[in-house]
């Protein structure tokens, strides 16, 4: 996925520099249409990892000039699986099958264990299953989800379902069930 936005005329001459491309060029005070051949992709796969201690190591390590995202992820938390740290081959991929608010499926091939980076922001309330398995949830890159995946073909969901929204339903329900005891049990007074 590469990115497109809209910016005024006087932008396109510092647009251009920084490498955009104009798909629609700006014309009589109208904004243009660019898009941003380097981008990162929405998914992607990495085998480099770099294990950080908290966020403002993670963040000082993606601010950093030799950061390469779509080369290395960098974590905050230890891995299980050893991914050997070697690159990417053709073959290996990972397609955005589906994305909705709350869920994001990506079709998965890697020849040996990777990690899955997708570039939609880590919140509190995502899981992550591959295949039917559930499977820990990384930060990566200090503000993306990513997955440890094995070998073969998979796909990947993403779901977010917090649990504020099972407590809420679960008090509302409850709430619900008291109102109507209270009303059957009530005490009725009868017109005389």
Request: glycine share 8%; net charge negative; charged share 15%.
């Amino acid at each position: 996925m590469r990115f497109t936005g809209s910016a005024p005329e006087g932008w396109a001459t510092t647009l251009e520099g920084a490498g955009l491309v104009p798909l629609l060029p700006p014309t009589n005070g109208a904004d243009g249409l660019w898009r941003n051949p380097a981008a990162a992709p929405r998914s992607f796969l990495v085998r480099r990892v770099r294990v950080v201690a908290d966020p403002e190591a993670a963040f000082a390590a993606v601010s950093a000039p030799d950061f390469h995202p779509t080369d290395e992820a960098v974590v905050e938390t230890a891995l299980t699986a050893d991914l050997g740290g070697g690159p990417i081959l053709p073959a290996e991929t990972a397609h955005l099958l589906r994305a909705t608010a709350t869920e994001v499926v990506v079709a998965v091939h890697a020849s040996s264990p990777a990690v899955l980076v997708v570039t939609d922001t880590h919140y509190p309330g995502w899981r992550v299953r591959v295949g039917d398995a559930p499977a820990a949830l990384l930060r990566v890159d200090y503000a993306f989800r990513g997955v440890v995946v094995p070998p073969g073909p998979h796909e990947v969901t993403f779901e977010y379902a917090p649990r504020s929204v099972a407590w809420g339903a679960a008090l509302s329900a409850l709430g619900l069930l008291l109102a109507a005891a209270l009303w059957i049990l009530a005490p009725r007074t009868r017109p005389s």
